[in-house]
């Protein structure tokens, strides 16, 4: 049960910080809230974030923030300054405030990473249970590969399937080592992820919950 | 809307009884009224509503089992607060102790050092002792977060002010926190500079030496200064400020908070370009021209070149005077013009006077409002002006009005202007058109006359209109109007004049408390120019003049008509300030005296100045000004005049006394003494009362020594429709904050300086087929300015606008209404 | 009286369809409740004694009757954010049974005369919300949502808000911020969400669990809700047990079960051959207890008076061939790196104890620092802007409290084994 100070990219373990150390670019301009009229926004993406725009009270389009940065995240693998400038220029707020809400999250990147997203587990439950081992597979399993983003991951509230991951949004688990190959394997074909092992669908744990009551 | 009246509550403060006003936040109250320091990092009050982040302000409340944020805590009657338990200590200590385990403690060579409030609460609320073993953190540094501010991130202690200043004061939204817990950090996005007009601000709003003044390190230790309060004339706002003093050099600009002025807050103009004072550039001797070159001189010899031209000139003089004069310059030079050279032809405005009873009304106390009233009003009416450049220290009042007391707010100007994402209703007129926009306000508001047409002559949506006239009649009754002296320029302004206080009238501003008008003058003293009479139709105290002079506008007709022989210059330069450069370019050419003070050799000075006295900057100078909302300020000398600078009344008071009417002065107060006794409403003032936080005349018993005039409403004539464009543009002009000779010449800043671009609606560009960025010429009767094209959504289709106020390429070269632009 | 609530036919297939849950009787109770004066369904509510599920243990009823009366625009707020380490029985509700939860927001919603309202669930709950957007979109349909719901007149609008990771968007003012479009920094409080919550509006904010108790208990009234479970913890609870137990997973009890039922009885217990250390009775921010607390009843009193509580409800099991400085460090870890960085307790103290601790874990620490540890943890709780530092400090203060000895013997041991190997090397 080690801790990996690599482990979680918020780099909270060591003291260099991404970002700490940069300097403003003295040769750009201050960019304020982008201005429409300079700035291109394809029209489904527009349309994605007014939509989202439309489940908030009006006068509340801000709350679209995440919404907008998930879109942004969706289309163009991750957080890119372009893609925040656009969504900054259709929620009427200035990237510097998206950017803000982006890197406060875990699961919006803001540099660029492998689509395919394996978020192992190695908080307490899972730990107990081999998660920390279970990381490092895949982790060598993982090199190379082209487009797989691994990494530990806080816990994902499925610590009934402990050690677990996340793939993509789908949960997995237990998993054991034997499955990283085949998991990586299913990426690369883009078949779904270790079907039978899937959260969605266990039954529950609970013993009276499984009988059907009248 | 009401301000709150806060009732007296009493608690008990370390077993003392105190006296505060309820609501009071519990660190307020304990250090004003209890005279105990609650020690606090993140509260700051002038940002807005505490946070409660930092944590040191913790006390112990009887009766709440966990310890309290102070700066959180309004006071309430009984309450009983302990700040010195052993329990309180404890989490002070502990709060001192987390806030020291990665900040550097690198003191001796930090600019903060000796004015740090984490240094002084360590030294008063630490333990003393380290216990920490762990390495700090430790980044590069320090790093530029924009030309003028340093950035240290190793000595930031997340405090949040500087965020929240960018957030919630000037809210340009540029510098945010990124990353979370431990990792976060003040930042921008994606490296772009914090570059807004207010940024430096956060230099001292920080607790620490995270953020510096980049012009400012490393030139100075506390114990090696001084600080000397004076006035910022910059602009019209007139902020209280703070000089920071070393061998006689301006070093640095601070805050002298003024809730009445200013609200503790600067610009970066009247932070940084203290700069100009000691720049070779600057004219720091007298100069006379000979054979074409200005050449320095003694006094005695350029006083008496002044003086015999003037004396030649027989008459034929006229003076402007601009922004940066001082009541009582302008009242000696309206003296020195009227009484020793016998010419009425004085002036202080850009684009003609008012009738005489116009400028009565204008200032009338009924109808004054005051800076706070633009932060508790229920309605502010932004009336041909933006703030952000006219008068910049005021936008952020505004936006605190409409943030935090829910000031309903609404603009009108022809230009898009910064505070539109703030108002409720905006209404956009063509280019001068606002003589027509306020006719079909009134019409809008009294229900009578075709609001159609006039918005129509407006060019302005007439839906809007109505919706603004609902707006602010729903509003309540407390309606201020924000409104730019360029509203009433040119020939039509008594009309647009007349107006806008019939607008006044319908809205019954006058006599209101909270309500009222507030005028932005051009020019810093603008009102204090014309209260002390360098009017052509008003002599000190707006009373009738002997003789009625030309306007500035008049003025530079007769003087290219040859009528004019010498032209008397008061800091400023008619290319720069007035509206037509062409008119003006004329004017100097053919004058045969041209006698400026300047502080530098601006192009109409460079070129047509036959005599150039050194000014003052507003760090030497002594005197008192108007601010617009009509509190009489003070100017103190803060450091000796540079060079060979001279005091400027000495220099017209010479002047009188060798061309014969000697005014008798033989002290800076003197002058202004003999000014308050000529202006009846300010009589009686004294240098003293005025003080450091001024005096608003309006409010004294004095001011019903204005005359009276007439306030409308008037009936009006129909205003004529504003030019239409069939395939040309509209012309309008505006003046950056950055347009101004102290920004160039001050190199901090001079990376401000304002390059032409020509602002379009997106539509008119791709009517003319042209792109965001290109090169393009902008021409009317024949004349052009070259500029980028500069695209903005929210520009109205129509109208093109561009800078003035700039040496080269300036709106001031066209003659508009209507202009061509092309690809160039 | 039946133990399972929540979790009745949790399993049965197609249960998340609105076809199924009206079947099984559902949105029953919506219709009695709206049927309901206001002020009486919100009594039903207090005297239900139904406790909120999420953590902080608040009566229910009780916050619902803080909201103000009058026109101003009212919110309901669900956190479904469920990230407590351990915790992960929201999950199961929302994915198996989403309508019993849409019906508990309208019922809450009508009780407080709220007319807009979010789901905020974590973003990591991608099948999760997936699920809710369909129940949603047939509530709408079948008008349980949306305008004048069931022709009663009121009106309630429903979203579903995703999280993007950040475990302080649990706390309900910084969930707020969050749904506002902002990083997810806790407010002040006062004032509180009840009075100034989303959008500066009244805003009703709970768990996930708590919410989908409110269709059981229109259903039974209030009182015979109240009998279930013990003296201040009424009604069933759902337990999430996981760690190294034999049969992990969500079980819904009666509050007041003993826990040794819960973990050996519902869970399975231990593995073979393997001892009880330590357990962590509410999430990874409860105090610990040891095999010794294995009788107490749990429910919310007996948690509390053992010096730590029942939070979340969900237990977390470490047996004897764990170490604690391991536990302990995952803890602070997680705490660190999930602090908001607001205030300044929370931010250094959990970075600084993490430091500390990894230097427990590799030798080079000394008996002294965790003299240093424990009064550090004493500096954060009760002086944070939230709760967030306290969640740390205190199973932190717990564990060196309970498990010094084992703490030093681990300093020791690896000081030994690195002599060791030096001696070695030396030698070699
Ligand atoms: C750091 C922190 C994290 C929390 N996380 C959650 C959470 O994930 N889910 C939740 O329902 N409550 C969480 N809470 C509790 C909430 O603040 C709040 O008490 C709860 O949503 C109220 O709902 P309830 O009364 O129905 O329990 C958390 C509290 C804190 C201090
Ligand atoms: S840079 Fe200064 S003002 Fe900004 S958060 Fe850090 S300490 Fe506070
Ligand atoms: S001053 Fe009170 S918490 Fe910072």
């Given at each position: 049960?080690?801790?990996?100070?690599?482990?979680?990219?918020?780099?909270?373990?060591?003291?260099?910080?991404?970002?700490?150390?940069?300097?403003?670019?003295?040769?750009?301009?201050?960019?304020?809230?982008?201005?429409?009229?300079?700035?291109?926004?394809?029209?489904?993406?527009?349309?994605?974030?007014?939509?989202?725009?439309?489940?908030?009270?009006?006068?509340?389009?801000?709350?679209?923030?995440?919404?907008?940065?998930?879109?942004?995240?969706?289309?163009?693998?991750?957080?890119?300054?372009?893609?925040?400038?656009?969504?900054?220029?259709?929620?009427?707020?200035?990237?510097?405030?998206?950017?803000?809400?982006?890197?406060?999250?875990?699961?919006?990147?803001?540099?660029?990473?492998?689509?395919?997203?394996?978020?192992?587990?190695?908080?307490?439950?899972?730990?107990?249970?081999?998660?920390?081992?279970?990381?490092?597979?895949?982790?060598?399993?993982?090199?190379?590969?082209?487009?797989?983003?691994?990494?530990?991951?806080?816990?994902?509230?499925?610590?009934?399937?402990?050690?677990?991951?996340?793939?993509?949004?789908?949960?997995?688990?237990?998993?054991?080592?034997?499955?990283?190959?085949?998991?990586?394997?299913?990426?690369?074909?883009?078949?779904?992820?270790?079907?039978?092992?899937?959260?969605?669908?266990?039954?529950?744990?609970?013993?009276?919950?499984?009988?059907?009551?009248? | 809307?009401?301000?709150?009246?806060?009732?007296?509550?009493?608690?008990?403060?370390?077993?003392?009884?105190?006296?505060?006003?309820?609501?009071?936040?519990?660190?307020?109250?304990?250090?004003?009224?209890?005279?105990?320091?609650?020690?606090?990092?993140?509260?700051?009050?002038?940002?807005?509503?505490?946070?409660?982040?930092?944590?040191?302000?913790?006390?112990?409340?009887?009766?709440?089992?966990?310890?309290?944020?102070?700066?959180?805590?309004?006071?309430?009657?009984?309450?009983?607060?302990?700040?010195?338990?052993?329990?309180?200590?404890?989490?002070?200590?502990?709060?001192?102790?987390?806030?020291?385990?990665?900040h550097p403690l690198d003191c001796p060579v930090c600019d903060k050092g000796g004015e740090c409030p984490l240094q002084d609460k360590s030294f008063?609320?630490?333990?003393?002792?380290?216990?920490?073993?762990?390495?700090?953190?430790?980044?590069?540094k320090p790093l530029a977060l924009s030309p003028l501010i340093a950035i240290d991130?190793e000595r930031c202690?997340?405090?949040?002010r500087c965020?929240?200043?960018?957030?919630?004061?000037?809210?340009?939204?540029?510098?945010?926190?990124?990353?979370?817990?431990?990792?976060?950090?003040?930042?921008?996005?994606?490296?772009?500079?914090?570059?807004?007009?207010?940024s430096g601000n956060i230099i001292e709003l920080c607790p620490v030496g995270a953020l510096t003044s980049r012009p400012y390190r490393f030139r100075a230790r506390p114990w090696d200064i001084e600080q000397a309060g004076s006035i910022c004339m910059l602009?019209?706002?007139?902020c209280n400020v703070s000089f920071t003093v070393r061998d006689e050099r301006v070093l640095r600009v601070l805050q002298r908070d003024?809730?009445?002025?200013?609200?503790g807050w600067l610009c970066d103009k009247g932070r940084f370009a203290y700069q100009a004072i000691h720049v070779d550039?600057r004219?720091t001797?007298?100069?006379?021209?000979?054979?074409?070159?200005?050449?320095?001189?003694?006094?005695?010899?350029?006083?008496?070149?002044?003086?015999?031209?003037?004396?030649?000139?027989?008459?034929?003089?006229?003076?402007?005077?601009?922004?940066?004069?001082?009541?009582?310059?302008?009242?000696?030079?309206?003296?020195?013009?009227?009484?020793?050279?016998?010419?009425?032809?004085?002036?202080?405005?850009?684009?003609?006077?008012?009738?005489?009873?116009?400028?009565?009304?204008?200032?009338?106390?009924?109808?004054?409002?005051?800076?706070?009233?633009?932060?508790?009003?229920?309605?502010?009416?932004?009336?041909?002006?933006?703030?952000?450049?006219?008068?910049?220290?005021?936008?952020?009042?505004?936006?605190?009005?409409?943030?935090?007391?829910?000031?309903?707010?609404?603009?009108?100007?022809?230009?898009?202007?910064?505070?539109?994402?703030?108002?409720?209703?905006?209404?956009?007129?063509?280019?001068?058109?606002?003589?027509?926009?306020?006719?079909?306000?009134?019409?809008?508001?009294?229900?009578?006359?075709?609001?159609?047409?006039?918005?129509?002559?407006?060019?302005?949506?007439?839906?809007?209109?109505?919706?603004?006239?609902?707006?602010?009649?729903?509003?309540?009754?407390?309606?201020?109007?924000?409104?730019?002296?360029?509203?009433?320029?040119?020939?039509?302004?008594?009309?647009?004049?007349?107006?806008?206080?019939?607008?006044?009238?319908?809205?019954?501003?006058?006599?209101?408390?909270?309500?009222?008008?507030?005028?932005?003058?051009?020019?810093?003293?603008?009102?204090?120019?014309?209260?002390?009479?360098?009017?052509?139709?008003?002599?000190?105290?707006?009373?009738?003049?002997?003789?009625?002079?030309?306007?500035?506008?008049?003025?530079?007709?007769?003087?290219?008509?040859?009528?004019?022989?010498?032209?008397?210059?008061?800091?400023?330069?008619?290319?720069?300030?007035?509206?037509?450069?062409?008119?003006?370019?004329?004017?100097?050419?053919?004058?045969?005296?041209?006698?400026?003070?300047?502080?530098?050799?601006?192009?109409?000075?460079?070129?047509?100045?036959?005599?150039?006295?050194?000014?003052e900057s507003h760090a030497e100078k002594?005197?008192?000004?108007?601010?617009?909302?009509?509190?009489?300020?003070?100017l103190r000398r803060a450091i000796g005049r540079q060079g060979?600078v001279?005091?400027?009344?000495?220099?017209?008071?010479?002047?009188?006394?060798?061309?014969?009417?000697?005014?008798?002065?033989?002290?800076?107060?003197?002058?202004?003494?003999?000014?308050?006794?000529?202006?009846?409403?300010?009589?009686?003032?004294?240098?003293?009362?005025?003080?450091g936080?001024?005096?608003?005349?309006?409010?004294?018993?004095?001011?019903?020594?204005?005359?009276?005039?007439?306030?409308?409403?008037?009936?009006?004539?129909?205003?004529?429709?504003?030019?239409?464009?069939?395939?040309?543009?509209?012309?309008?002009?505006?003046?950056?904050?950055?347009?101004?000779?102290e920004v160039?010449a001050s190199p901090a800043l001079s990376?401000?300086?304002?390059?032409?671009?020509?602002?379009?609606?997106?539509?008119?560009?791709?009517?003319?087929?042209?792109?965001?960025?290109?090169?393009?010429?902008?021409?009317?009767?024949?004349?052009?300015?070259?500029?980028?094209?500069?695209?903005?959504?929210?520009?109205?289709?129509?109208?093109?606008?561009?800078?003035?106020?700039?040496?080269?390429?300036?709106?001031?070269?066209?003659?508009?209404?209507?202009?061509?632009?092309?690809?160039? | 009286?039946?133990?399972?609530?929540?979790?009745?036919?949790?399993?049965?297939?197609?249960?998340?369809?609105?076809?199924?849950?009206?079947?099984?009787?559902?949105?029953?109770?919506?219709?009695?409740?709206?049927?309901?004066?206001?002020?009486?369904?919100?009594?039903?509510?207090?005297?239900?004694?139904?406790?909120?599920?999420?953590?902080?243990?608040?009566?229910?009823?009780?916050?619902?009757?803080?909201?103000?009366?009058?026109?101003?625009?009212?919110?309901?707020?669900?956190?479904?954010?469920?990230?407590?380490?351990?915790?992960?029985?929201?999950?199961?509700?929302?994915?198996?049974?989403?309508?019993?939860?849409?019906?508990?927001?309208?019922?809450?919603?009508?009780?407080?005369?709220?007319?807009?309202?979010?789901?905020?669930?974590?973003?990591?709950?991608?099948?999760?919300?997936?699920?809710?957007?369909?129940?949603?979109?047939?509530?709408?349909?079948?008008?349980?949502?949306?305008?004048?719901?069931?022709?009663?007149?009121?009106?309630?609008?429903?979203?579903?808000?995703?999280?993007?990771?950040?475990?302080?968007?649990?706390?309900?003012?910084?969930?707020?911020?969050?749904?506002?479009?902002?990083?997810?920094?806790?407010?002040?409080?006062?004032?509180?969400?009840?009075?100034?919550?989303?959008?500066?509006?009244?805003?009703?904010?709970?768990?996930?669990?708590?919410?989908?108790?409110?269709?059981?208990?229109?259903?039974?009234?209030?009182?015979?809700?109240?009998?279930?479970?013990?003296?201040?913890?009424?009604?069933?609870?759902?337990?999430?047990?996981?760690?190294?137990?034999?049969?992990?997973?969500?079980?819904?009890?009666?509050?007041?079960?003993?826990?040794?039922?819960?973990?050996?009885?519902?869970?399975?217990?231990?593995?073979?051959?393997?001892?009880?250390?330590?357990?962590?009775?509410?999430?990874?921010?409860?105090?610990?207890?040891?095999?010794?607390?294995?009788?107490?009843?749990?429910?919310?009193?007996?948690?509390?008076?053992?010096?730590?509580?029942?939070?979340?409800?969900?237990?977390?099991?470490?047996?004897?061939?764990?170490?604690?400085?391991?536990?302990?460090?995952?803890?602070?870890?997680?705490?660190?790196?999930?602090?908001?960085?607001?205030?300044?307790?929370?931010?250094?103290?959990?970075?600084?104890?993490?430091?500390?601790?990894?230097?427990?874990?590799?030798?080079?620490?000394?008996?002294?620092?965790?003299?240093?540890?424990?009064?550090?943890?004493?500096?954060?709780?009760?002086?944070?802007?939230?709760?967030?530092?306290?969640?740390?400090?205190?199973?932190?203060?717990?564990?060196?409290?309970?498990?010094?000895?084992?703490?030093?013997?681990?300093?020791?041991?690896?000081?030994?084994?690195?002599?060791?190997?030096?001696?070695?090397?030396?030698?070699?």
């Amino acid at each position: 049960m080690a801790i990996d100070p690599t482990d979680v990219p918020r780099f909270a373990h060591g003291s260099r910080i991404p970002g700490w150390d940069e300097s403003a670019d003295l040769e750009k301009s201050p960019l304020e809230v982008p201005d429409p009229a300079t700035t291109h926004v394809p029209d489904d993406l527009r349309a994605e974030i007014e939509a989202h725009v439309a489940k908030y009270p009006p006068d509340h389009s801000r709350s679209a923030t995440i919404p907008a940065l998930w879109a942004i995240q969706r289309r163009y693998g991750w957080c890119t300054p372009e893609g925040i400038e656009q969504a900054a220029c259709v929620l009427r707020l200035t990237p510097a405030e998206l950017s803000a809400v982006a890197t406060f999250y875990d699961m919006l990147d803001t540099s660029p990473t492998e689509r395919n997203r394996v978020y192992v587990c190695t908080n307490i439950s899972c730990s107990l249970r081999g998660a920390d081992e279970l990381l490092e597979t895949f982790r060598e399993h993982a090199e190379g590969e082209p487009d797989v983003h691994v990494r530990g991951f806080e816990c994902l509230g499925a610590c009934d399937i402990a050690p677990m991951a996340s793939v993509n949004g789908t949960y997995v688990g237990p998993l054991d080592a034997d499955d990283v190959p085949t998991l990586l394997r299913q990426l690369r074909d883009g078949e779904e992820p270790l079907p039978e092992k899937q959260l969605a669908r266990r039954p529950s744990a609970d013993p009276k919950a499984r009988e059907p009551q009248s | 809307m009401p301000r709150p009246i806060r009732e007296m509550v009493t608690f008990t403060l370390d077993g003392r009884e105190v006296t505060a006003p309820e609501s009071t936040m519990l660190v307020d109250a304990a250090l004003e009224y209890g005279d105990v320091e609650i020690p606090v990092f993140c509260y700051e009050p002038k940002i807005g509503p505490p946070v409660g982040a930092c944590r040191m302000c913790l006390v112990e409340i009887e009766g709440v089992p966990k310890l309290q944020a102070g700066c959180s805590v309004p006071v309430k009657d009984g309450m009983i607060v302990h700040t010195n338990t052993p329990r309180v200590k404890e989490a002070q200590e502990g709060v001192v102790e987390f806030l020291l385990i990665n900040h550097p403690l690198d003191c001796p060579v930090c600019d903060k050092g000796g004015e740090c409030p984490l240094q002084d609460k360590s030294f008063g609320w630490g333990s003393g002792i380290s216990r920490t073993v762990e390495p700090k953190r430790h980044f590069e540094k320090p790093l530029a977060l924009s030309p003028l501010i340093a950035i240290d991130r190793e000595r930031c202690i997340m405090c949040y002010r500087c965020v929240r200043f960018s957030q919630e004061v000037s809210e340009d939204h540029q510098l945010v926190l990124q990353e979370r817990g431990a990792d976060t950090f003040v930042t921008t996005f994606d490296g772009h500079p914090y570059v807004a007009p207010f940024s430096g601000n956060i230099i001292e709003l920080c607790p620490v030496g995270a953020l510096t003044s980049r012009p400012y390190r490393f030139r100075a230790r506390p114990w090696d200064i001084e600080q000397a309060g004076s006035i910022c004339m910059l602009c019209p706002a007139q902020c209280n400020v703070s000089f920071t003093v070393r061998d006689e050099r301006v070093l640095r600009v601070l805050q002298r908070d003024h809730e009445g002025v200013d609200n503790g807050w600067l610009c970066d103009k009247g932070r940084f370009a203290y700069q100009a004072i000691h720049v070779d550039e600057r004219v720091t001797e007298p100069l006379i021209r000979d054979g074409g070159t200005l050449r320095a001189v003694p006094w005695e010899l350029a006083l008496e070149t002044a003086a015999a031209a003037l004396r030649r000139a027989g008459g034929r003089v006229a003076a402007l005077a601009g922004g940066e004069t001082t009541n009582e310059e302008g009242f000696l030079l309206q003296s020195l013009v009227r009484d020793a050279l016998g010419s009425p032809d004085v002036d202080s405005r850009r684009g003609g006077t008012l009738p005489l009873e116009l400028h009565r009304a204008l200032v009338a106390p009924a109808l004054q409002a005051s800076v706070p009233d633009l932060q508790y009003a229920h309605a502010v009416l932004v009336l041909d002006t933006e703030p952000v450049d006219d008068i910049p220290i005021l936008d952020l009042r505004i936006r605190r009005g409409v943030r935090h007391q829910g000031v309903r707010l609404f603009v009108a100007t022809s230009r898009p202007s910064s505070l539109d994402d703030r108002a409720r209703g905006i209404v956009r007129y063509a280019p001068g058109a606002g003589e027509a926009f306020l006719a079909a306000l009134d019409a809008a508001l009294t229900g009578e006359g075709d609001v159609d047409a006039l918005a129509g002559a407006a060019g302005a949506d007439a839906d809007a209109v109505r919706r603004l006239a609902d707006g602010l009649r729903d509003a309540g009754e407390e309606v201020v109007v924000l409104w730019g002296e360029r509203l009433t320029a040119g020939p039509r302004g008594a009309d647009a004049a007349r107006a806008l206080l019939n607008v006044a009238a319908r809205l019954g501003l006058a006599g209101r408390d909270g309500a009222g008008l507030l005028e932005v003058p051009s020019a810093a003293n603008g009102r204090g120019l014309r209260e002390v009479g360098v009017l052509p139709n008003a002599g000190p105290g707006l009373c009738e003049p002997s003789a009625e002079g030309r306007d500035a506008d008049g003025i530079a007709a007769a003087a290219a008509a040859g009528e004019i022989a010498a032209l008397y210059l008061l800091h400023t330069d008619p290319l720069l300030d007035q509206p037509s450069r062409r008119a003006w370019g004329a004017a100097l050419e053919k004058a045969s005296t041209v006698i400026a003070h300047a502080a530098f050799l601006t192009e109409g000075i460079a070129e047509h100045a036959t005599v150039v006295f050194p000014a003052e900057s507003h760090a030497e100078k002594e005197g008192t000004v108007v601010h617009p909302d009509g509190r009489v300020q003070r100017l103190r000398r803060a450091i000796g005049r540079q060079g060979d600078v001279r005091g400027e009344w000495q220099v017209l008071a010479e002047l009188a006394a060798r061309l014969g009417a000697d005014p008798r002065v033989l002290t800076a107060s003197m002058v202004s003494q003999r000014l308050f006794d000529a202006v009846p409403f300010y009589a009686g003032l004294t240098l003293d009362e005025i003080g450091g936080r001024g005096v608003r005349w309006p409010e004294r018993e004095q001011a019903g020594a204005l005359p009276t005039a007439a306030l409308g409403p008037f009936a009006l004539e129909a205003p004529p429709a504003a030019a239409t464009a069939n395939g040309r543009l509209r012309l309008g002009a505006f003046r950056s904050i950055w347009a101004a000779p102290e920004v160039a010449a001050s190199p901090a800043l001079s990376f401000l300086r304002p390059l032409q671009r020509a602002e379009l609606s997106p539509a008119d560009a791709e009517r003319l087929g042209l792109r965001h960025g290109e090169r393009v010429v902008v021409a009317s009767n024949g004349h052009s300015v070259s500029a980028l094209v500069h695209l903005r959504q929210a520009a109205p289709e129509g109208s093109v606008f561009l800078e003035s106020g700039i040496a080269e390429h300036s709106a001031a070269n066209l003659d508009g209404p209507l202009v061509e632009v092309r690809r160039a | 009286m039946t133990d399972h609530l929540l979790f009745s036919n949790i399993d049965e297939p197609g249960l998340r369809t609105i076809d199924v849950y009206e079947r099984r009787g559902g949105y029953g109770s919506l219709r009695k409740a709206l049927a309901t004066p206001r002020e009486e369904l919100i009594e039903t509510l207090k005297g239900s004694g139904l406790r909120g599920r999420g953590g902080a243990g608040f009566p229910m009823g009780l916050k619902a009757s803080f909201l103000p009366k009058g026109d101003m625009q009212k919110y309901v707020v669900v956190n479904a954010d469920e990230s407590e380490p351990g915790t992960f029985k929201d999950r199961e509700l929302m994915q198996k049974n989403p309508h019993q939860l849409i019906e508990g927001i309208v019922i809450a919603a009508y009780a407080v005369d709220a007319t807009i309202s979010f789901i905020y669930i974590r973003g990591e709950y991608v099948h999760q919300a997936d699920v809710l957007e369909a129940a949603i979109a047939e509530a709408y349909e079948r008008g349980y949502l949306g305008e004048n719901v069931l022709g009663s007149g009121f009106t309630l609008s429903l979203a579903v808000h995703r999280g993007a990771g950040a475990y302080i968007c649990g706390e309900e003012t910084g969930l707020l911020d969050s749904l506002e479009g902002k990083r997810g920094n806790p407010r002040l409080k006062p004032p509180f969400p009840a009075n100034q919550g989303l959008f500066q509006g009244p805003t009703l904010i709970n768990n996930v669990e708590t919410l989908s108790t409110l269709p059981h208990i229109v259903e039974l009234g209030s009182e015979r809700y109240a009998e279930i479970g013990v003296q201040n913890s009424a009604g069933t609870k759902l337990i999430s047990v996981s760690g190294q137990v034999r049969n992990p997973g969500n079980f819904e009890i009666e509050l007041g079960m003993s826990s040794r039922e819960i973990i050996f009885g519902l869970a399975g217990g231990t593995f073979e051959g393997r001892e009880i250390k330590l357990w962590f009775p509410g999430g990874s921010s409860s105090p610990v207890l040891t095999k010794d607390d294995l009788d107490l009843p749990y429910d919310f009193d007996t948690m509390a008076k053992a010096g730590t509580m029942l939070g979340s409800g969900a237990i977390i099991v470490v047996d004897d061939s764990t170490s604690v400085v391991d536990v302990a460090l995952k803890v602070a870890t997680f705490y660190a790196h999930e602090s908001c960085g607001k205030c300044t307790p929370c931010r250094e103290g959990t970075s600084w104890t993490r430091k500390m601790l990894t230097r427990v874990k590799d030798g080079s620490a000394t008996p002294m620092d965790l003299d240093i540890m424990a009064s550090v943890q004493e500096r954060i709780i009760g002086n944070c802007l939230c709760v967030l530092g306290d969640a740390m400090a205190m199973p932190i203060g717990s564990m060196i409290a309970k498990f010094r000895g084992e703490f030093e013997d681990h300093i020791e041991r690896v000081r030994a084994e690195q002599e060791r190997a030096i001696l070695a090397g030396v030698s070699g």
